[in-house]
Each structure stands twice: as C-alpha cells, then as structure tokens.
C-alpha cells in the first residue's frame, strides 16, 4: 500500500526522555517557579504512584506524556528531563459534544493561538503565569524546558489536520483488522496492516504534540481559581486526547477548534470535581 505523502508529517521519538532543546534561538521563560531539580511531583500528595510499578505501562509515547493523568513527575538527568506519570486518568465519557458550537470555540482558539510567550511566576500561590519578553538562553527548570520543548512543533494547517485524521482513521481500521480473529489478515496482506496501524500511532502522536501548546495557553485563563498552573495542563491534556479519540474530519471543522472546546471541558470538569472534595 502506497504512504500517504504528507511532507510536514514528523515521526516523533517515543523516548520518554525529552532532550533539552537547542535554545539559542528560542524565547526563555523567567525562574520564578521554585520546582526542585531532583524531583518535582505536580501533585502534593506523598504517595505517588510510579510508572515503573504500572503493571499496565506500556512503552512510553507522546500520548502518555501528555496522558492527563493524575500526578507526573519531573526529574533532571544531567542535560536530559524526564517526565514519568502515574495515578488514574480522570473520565470524559460522560461528556456530550453535541454542545459544541464552531463558532463559539474558533472565536476563543483564535486568541489562544495568538497569545503566545508567556512564563511562570511564584508571584503568588496561584502559580499564575504572566506575559513578558523573555531572553533567550537554556534553563535549569525541568517544567520550563518542556513547555519550550512543545512551543517548538508548528501548528497545523486545515488540509495537514485532515490528512492526520485519515491516516489515524486508517490506523484504528488496521489495528481492528488485525485483532479480528474471525477474519485473519492474509499473509501477504499482514506487512501492510502492519504499517498503516504504525502510520496512524505515528500521526496521532503528531496530532497530539502539534495541539499541546492550545492546552498551555487556555490552562493560563484558569489559573488562580484552586489549581494550581501544572495541575491544569495536565487535565487540558486529558481533553485534548479525548478530542483526538472523537474528532470526525467529515464534519468540516477544524480540529484544533474541536480541541479547543474538550480542552475547556476537562479543565472545567477538574475544577469543579475540586471544589465538591474541598466543601
């Protein structure tokens, strides 16, 4: 079966350790956030569960790095940082995108795609980030290269977003054709449904990274309100995984515009289920 050409469609590295970029040309982001080198838990409960006792962890992906899940931790490991995450994932199941209005959400995607260059500060116990012109420079802050690290994959075009639908649609159909025991791929079919499931793993991640920016900059609206800046990130991953899971290129919206309004929803949802625990 022929690949599918599309020439700004990158393989992403399924390393869990993400290299520190090469920042001589990127914007810093200011010192402020006090995270220890060592070992930085975004959630502040003791008991962190770590993937490596995970009996259910597979190989690590940008979709689990991005996984939403409870608690992530954030390590220094000489020039490298290493993000692991545990704890349960939170539920979206129960949410009905027939709320979702086009118009509402590209209204609101368009500012969030246009603010951009922010940073952290320990200003006050909201963790709020603010705007500033930053200086370029590598930083000691495991959290700061990340965000760095993910401000560096360019967004999608409408055209790029549907051919990495396609390619995820063709993947999922593949993956079912081969798990299928009542209908066994022939043998020589079998190396071709074997690339179009890796192709769409390939372009879920791409679809994935290229929209956690989206997530970063609509978790800003909702800092100080109880949670704190990370926590937020982390539950607007969440979202932006579900939209990847329902998105339908058919219906003629942009994804990154669906993302918008489930990345909204889950951080929304997050807030709301922390103050029914806090009362």
Same mark, same amino acid.
């Given at each position: 079966?022929?690949?599918?050409?599309?020439?700004?469609?990158?393989?992403?590295?399924?390393?869990?350790?993400?290299?520190?970029?090469?920042?001589?040309?990127?914007?810093?982001?200011?010192?402020?956030?006090?995270?220890?080198?060592?070992?930085?838990?975004?959630?502040?409960?003791?008991?962190?569960?770590?993937?490596?006792?995970?009996?259910?962890?597979?190989?690590?992906?940008?979709?689990? /790095?991005?996984?939403?899940?409870?608690?992530?931790?954030?390590?220094?490991?000489?020039?490298?940082?290493?993000?692991?995450?545990?704890?349960?994932?939170?539920?979206?199941?129960?949410?009905?995108?027939? &709320?979702?209005?086009?118009?509402?959400?590209?209204? $609101?995607?368009?500012?969030? /795609?246009?603010? &951009?260059?922010?940073?952290?500060?320990?200003?006050?116990?909201?963790?709020?980030?603010? &705007?500033?012109?930053?200086?370029?420079?590598?930083?000691?802050?495991?959290?700061?290269?990340?965000?760095?690290?993910?401000?560096?994959?360019?967004?999608?075009?409408?055209?790029?977003?549907?051919?990495?639908?396609?390619?995820?649609?063709?993947?999922?159909?593949?993956?079912?054709?081969?798990?299928?025991?009542?209908?066994?791929?022939?043998?020589?079919?079998?190396?071709?449904?074997?690339? /179009?499931?890796?192709?769409? +793993? +390939?372009?879920?991640?791409?679809?994935?990274?290229?929209? $956690?920016?989206?997530?970063?900059?609509?978790?800003?609206?909702?800092?100080?309100?109880?949670?704190?800046?990370?926590? $937020?990130?982390?539950?607007?991953?969440?979202?932006?995984?579900?939209?990847?899971?329902?998105?339908?290129?058919?219906?003629?919206?942009?994804?990154?515009?669906?993302?918008?309004?489930?990345?909204?929803?889950?951080?929304?949802?997050?807030?709301?289920? &922390?103050?029914?625990?806090? +009362?």
């Amino acid at each position: 079966m022929e690949e599918p050409d599309i020439s700004d469609a990158e393989e992403f590295d399924d390393d869990l350790i993400v290299s520190s970029p090469d920042l001589d040309s990127e914007d810093d982001l200011d010192d402020d956030l006090d995270i220890d080198d060592d070992d930085t838990d975004v959630d502040d409960d003791d008991d962190d569960t770590d993937v490596d006792d995970d009996d259910d962890y597979d190989e690590p992906t940008v979709e689990r /790095i991005a996984t939403g899940k409870v608690k992530a931790k954030f390590k220094r490991d000489g020039d490298d940082v290493v993000m692991t995450i545990g704890g349960k994932r939170r539920s979206l199941d129960d949410v009905d995108d027939s &709320q979702f209005s086009e118009k509402k959400e590209k209204t $609101l995607e368009k500012e969030l /795609i246009e603010d &951009q260059g922010f940073s952290l500060s320990d200003a006050d116990d909201a963790d709020e980030p603010e &705007q500033q012109v930053v200086s370029a420079g590598a930083t000691a802050d495991p959290v700061k290269d990340y965000l760095k690290q993910i401000g560096k994959v360019a967004l999608l075009n409408a055209v790029q977003e549907v051919e990495l639908a396609k390619r995820i649609e063709a993947g999922l159909f593949a993956e079912e054709r081969l798990s299928d025991a009542d209908h066994v791929v022939a043998a020589e079919d079998l190396d071709d449904f074997e690339w /179009i499931a890796e192709d769409g +793993r +390939r372009a879920k991640n791409h679809l994935l990274e290229a929209n $956690l920016r989206l997530v970063v900059s609509l978790a800003k609206r909702y800092t100080g309100r109880g949670m704190l800046f990370l926590d $937020l990130i982390q539950e607007g991953n969440l979202g932006l995984i579900r939209a990847v899971e329902k998105f339908d290129y058919t219906k003629g919206y942009k994804f990154s515009t669906y993302a918008t309004w489930w990345i909204k929803q889950a951080i929304t949802r997050a807030m709301a289920d &922390q103050a029914r625990t806090i +009362r």
